[in-house]
């Protein structure tokens, strides 16, 4: 039986540019950094790992549900880094309040707040 994810790990053709984008929106690093192939970021009691391969292009899409204490303040945090999300947080019919943004390499973190 499967029971949860440990870690998910994207691609990343800059790293050091990487590390400031998730670093900057309140990723705790874990290990590595802006000079290493690979670096480690603690999320709960899990990982969102980055891979260097510098010819890394994204060339297919998917998504990284992350929930968080206040989505609002999370979207308030990204815009004043200079960062634009793709949508502003909203209330979905499913219950969750959530908004999409994309990393610099562009794989797509949704920010949500999980049903009350």
């Given at each position: ?43 709960g ?37 200079g ?18 943004i ?15």
């Amino acid at each position: 039986m499967i029971e949860g994810i440990s870690a998910v790990t994207l691609l990343t053709a800059d790293m050091a540019r990487a590390v400031v984008f998730y670093e900057s929106l309140g990723f705790v690093l874990r290990y590595g950094g802006g000079d290493a192939d690979f670096t480690s970021f603690t999320i709960g009691s899990n990982y969102l790992n980055l891979a260097l391969q510098p010819d890394y292009a994204a060339a297919r899409w998917g998504r990284i549900v992350l929930y968080v204490s206040d989505v609002d303040a999370m979207h308030a945090r990204a815009l004043s880094k200079g960062y634009e999300p793709s949508t502003a947080p909203r209330d979905a019919e499913w219950g969750e309040r959530y908004f999409h943004i994309s990393d610099p390499d562009g794989h797509e973190l949704s920010f949500a707040r999980p049903p009350a």
